[in-house]
């Protein structure tokens, strides 16, 4: 029984540790950003959350809401390589940007 439930958290943990996330990256203008972030929108991501109102509205900011729109493309793309880069603007995390009440979709079971 004991290795059972040592097999059991050793695949949870190692189904944790491989989440992946997609965000812009920092350092960049609030244009830039912004062009992600509609492209991003424009090509399928769900923006719905990051409108006003939304859950992922706040922090009312162009980066979180850059980060929150590749994120939710990156994971209905199935996290295929080159989903997320968006001509370098963004990339790969593997710590979770959720903050303030807002989930990022690690999966594209979560995504929709």
């Known amino acids: 029984m ?3 439930v ?3 958290l050793i695949l949870a943990m190692a189904g944790h540790s491989s989440a992946n996330w997609c965000v812009c990256k920092d350092g960049l203008s609030d244009a830039v950003l912004q062009k992600t972030l ?9 923006c719905g ?7 992922c509205y706040n922090p009312n900011t162009v980066r979180a809401h850059c980060s929150y ?6 994971q209905k793309k199935g996290q295929a390589q ?7 603007t963004a990339s790969v995390a593997t710590s979770d940007p959720s903050a303030s009440g807002c ?10």
């Open 49 to 55: 959350p990051i409108h006003q109102n939304g859950g």
């Open 2 to 4: 004991a290795a059972l």
């Open 69 to 74: 729109a590749v994120n939710s493309y990156f």
């Open 103 to 112: 989930v990022y979709p690690s999966s594209i079971r979560y995504a929709f």
């Open 38 to 46: 509609d492209y991003a929108c424009g090509a399928g991501a769900d």
């Open 82 to 88: 080159g989903t997320c880069d968006f001509a370098g």
């Open 6 to 8: 040592y097999m059991v």
